[in-house]
């Protein structure tokens, strides 16, 4: 009797005494050996901890914060280090039906030799990127849909606000459709855990079905599935060739995180007097007569009232947003990240993040988040070649000039600065990026009106987009749909142009998945976003090739992708009028040529009565 009712207490103790640990476990064979743990229970900090002898570890300190029910403790991991579980002991338990003392494990595992071969094999301009929003694309397993011990219950596909029940099952499921559209990689808006409140933005009732409100980062929501449906389709997309994009969240986390429903210190978060929200701008943060207060205000103002805003200079919160990071790279193997709000957040921190995941792997992939309308601003938060007194190391950026250039190009009358000069002049600024290969380049994405939309349902400026996303430099991001012409505008919300994908949920009345549940002008342009995003796929000349440009006559625009392998001839006629192109003036890249092949059709002509009617753009190879 005694035995079970000590049995008993332990069991009690363990209730009373259960702690969290971040990172949750942690990994034997990486480059930086050093480690700090967040150990968060009551009353922690008044308590000893020690830990056993364990080989090629060493505890370097602990540091007890502001909160008692935190505490940081530093290890050093060395490479003699094997994996197993560390042991810790706690004694002098407050509790005075404690026993004198317990122990927890910590558990190292072996860092992957697959790394940069089968897993984070990082993202280049040879890959196309599919965004899609997972709540939004399909549902998997209709038994994750809903959880009562969560804040947010609503579940409903009629509600827009609501989550609709799309999951990580659901994404795996369409692998096949994704690789067959042509796309090598996919990125998705977040999959960690938003076990948050509603909010209420417009006077209206929200949940974060998006994904950017933080909870635990080291938890994947469970209604995507959890870490395992997470590592499930992380794997099955690398078997079948299709790459994996993270959606990293830097700058904040929602306001019923762990860490701000009990905060460690008060300088977790940037603290102001009042609320302060952020003004949004970039501008001070490049501008050289900007006021100190003005590039504050940018970086530490908060986002919204519930994305809180973290102190990144606060040297707790800076280890482990990093820490996570390397985690979740070589916990499930990722092979790129995209940086959320990336400009909103202090750049001393942005680039140890980004120096912390190039060390332990050096074929991942960065790309930020930086919604600027001017080049210059793009390139100043990317590697660039502007002389500067901060120099940021991201790879590259989401390239919004080209995107609104682009948007120029299709729907702008030409003009000195306008139309088709506009994207020519873009373009012409990438003098000012080290390396614009490595940026992204979309037509539309979560957060932007959809593209058929924004021109205004005009299949020949549909074309000729996609002609543009999928020849121009960098890496392409198809956002989910638009290759079977999802539309609308953000009204009044985001949510109208984060439609569920037709044909993810069970008992849908269209499935655009399949061919049969397309209209004729839907299959005609999933089959031409595929044959081209597949021509893409295996032209050296697009994807790691040259760029040449020519200044643009009367709406008529042309450029050329070539390397000594192949030469990729992309035009397109953005004026009034029919165009028949004096092609002697573009002897520089045709000569050797007799002959140009649709990459579309296969149609194979000469140069000679070539004529270009108004909107038609055409993307050839060139033939001797």
Known sequence: MKHILFALLLLVQGA????????????????????????HRDRVAQEKISMLPY???????????????????????????KPGKIKFRIDNLQSPEAVSYRTFEYELKAKSKENGKS??????????????????????????????????????RNNPFDRHGGDLKGVQDKLDYIKDLGATAIWMTPVVENDMSRTMEGGTSRSTYHGYAFTDQYNVDKRLGGNQAYKNLVDESHKKGLKI?????????????????????????????????????????????????????????????????LNQRNPFVSTFLI?????????????????????????????KVNEALYREFPSVTVFGEVWVHSVTNSAYFC???????????????????????????????????????????????????????????FLDNHDMNRFYSMVGEDFMKYKMGINLLFTQRGIPQLYYGTEVLMKNYKDPSDAEVRKDFPGGWPGDAQNKFLASGRNAQENEAFNYTKTLALFRKNSSAITTGKLMQFVPKDGFYVYFRYDNKQTIMVISNTGKNSYNPDWSFYKERLNGFSKMKNVITGEVTGFDGFEIKPKESFVFELLK
């Open 16 to 39: 009373l005494y259960a702690q969290t640990i971040y990172p949750t476990h942690w990994f034997t064979g990486m480059k930086n050996p050093n480690l700090q743990l967040i150990i």
């Open 119 to 156: 897993r984070v094999r990082g993202v280049t301009s040879a890959d196309m990127v599919y965004l899609l929003m997972p709540d939004r694309f399909s549902n998997g397993d209709p038994a994750n849909d809903y959880f009562a011990d969560m804040r947010d219950i609503g579940h409903d």
């Open 383 to 441: 590697e660039n070649n502007m002389n500067l007194p901060f120099k940021h190391n991201s790879q590259g950026v989401t390239d919004f000039p080209l995107y609104f250039a682009s948007l120029d190009l299709l729907n702008q009358p030409f003009g000195w600065n306008e139309g088709a000069n506009r994207f020519y002049q873009t373009l012409a600024q990438d003098v000012l990026y080290k390396n614009p290969m490595r940026n992204c380049l």
């Open 323 to 351: 820490q996570y990071a390397v985690w979740a790279t070589e916990e499930f193997g990722i092979d790129g990240w995209r940086v959320d709000t990336y400009f909103y957040s202090d750049p001393v921190f942005l680039n």
């Open 245 to 309: 994009v993270q959606d990293a969240v830097y700058n904040h986390i929602g306001n019923d995180h762990w860490s701000v429903r009990d905060m460690p210190m008060k300088d977790w978060l940037n603290q102001w007097p009042a609320y302060t929200n952020t003004s949004y701008k970039d501008q001070p943060l490049v501008d050289p007569y900007a006021s100190a207060m003005d590039k504050k205000v940018t970086e530490d103002g908060w986002f919204t009232p519930f994305l809180v805003d």
């Open 55 to 81: 080989a090629g570890v060493k505890l370097l300190k602990q540091t007890k914060v502001e909160n008692p029910n935190y505490l940081f403790i530093d290890l050093q991991i060395t490479t003699a280090a």
